[in-house]
């Protein structure tokens, strides 16, 4: 009898085959997405994750849970990589480096574009096929017609693994070189983010004089934000930044610095100016100081609040 842990039951949508095995590595709140998605759209799905018992549901669903990432890899032709970072990618991919020869890898971390040219030549230099990738939308929308998935790299591999591709999203083809996904990815989240920053910092500036949030959103929101945000939804936000309510549910202000290093570092490497985001990455590094780190990305309202920050708040003084 096969081991329960290893195999999912006979839960797993019946599949053809068009349907194509997908190996998926690392199952946070996106990873978890991913393959909630892929096995919604049919595909057999082999999961790893460090701790193993995140895979509990989806092993019920019919996902496999391999014991080690070399067992993962070789159950499929595909495998789809959502950590951190380049850097866990690399540590966690190095042991199963021989079971990886001949099949495709495609990256979904965040990072610059000289961190994706070196995942291609470390692929190259083990015989492994890879794409590198970015996701441009929230987990709760993967796998809809709008989530928006880029790729840039090998063409070859991106059409040969379309089908799967396209289960997740709206697959976006850059081109050629590997550096584009991720570096179209930290230029559009420079966007929200700056974006996002001048809200809540014109928010904190009329809060000078007592106007709450939910007031000042109806004309701010409606008279700019139509064309750059989803107004609706940061409208509903409001009242939360007049009660200092900052639920991380989704994405803490952590993950998100995360994020504003990879597109400051993503400047520098490229030669544009980085005062910019560096400015923003070192407002998110005073919210997490002042105990933030759990909370959304919001929490830089309470900074904005805010003329000053005393030095016992933090050693790294704003520009």
Known sequence: MSDPNLVGMTTQHSTGPQH????????????????????????????????PEKADGLVARGARRARTVAEA?????????CLTDYDTM?????PAAEALAGRAVVNLNSGTPAEARAAVQWSEDRGVDYLDGAIMVPPPMVGQPGAVFLYSGSQAVYEQHSEALTSLGDPRYLGDDPGLAVL???????????????????TALVGSANVPAREFAELALGWFMPVVVD???????APD??????????????????????ITRTSEEQGVHSGHPRLMKEIAERAIAEGHGGESYLAVHELFKKATLSKEETSTPLP
């Open 20 to 51: 194509k095995p997908v190996t998926l590595l690392g199952l946070g709140p996106m990873g978890k997405a991913l393959a909630d998605t892929l096995l919604e759209k049919g595909h057999p799905l082999t999961v790893w994750n460090r701790s």
């Open 184 to 202: 179209y990815n930290t230029a559009l989240l420079d966007m929200m983010y700056s974006t996002l920053n001048g809200w809540l910092h014109a």
């Open 241 to 262: 930044l007049d009660a200092g309510h900052y639920p991380g549910t989704l994405s803490t202000l952590v993950m998100n610095l995360n994020a504003l290093d990879h």
């Open 73 to 81: 890899v070789t159950a499929s032709p595909l495998t789809l990589v």
């Open 231 to 237: 107004y609706a939804a940061l409208a509903r936000l």
């Open 90 to 94: 690399h540590k966690v991919l190095e």
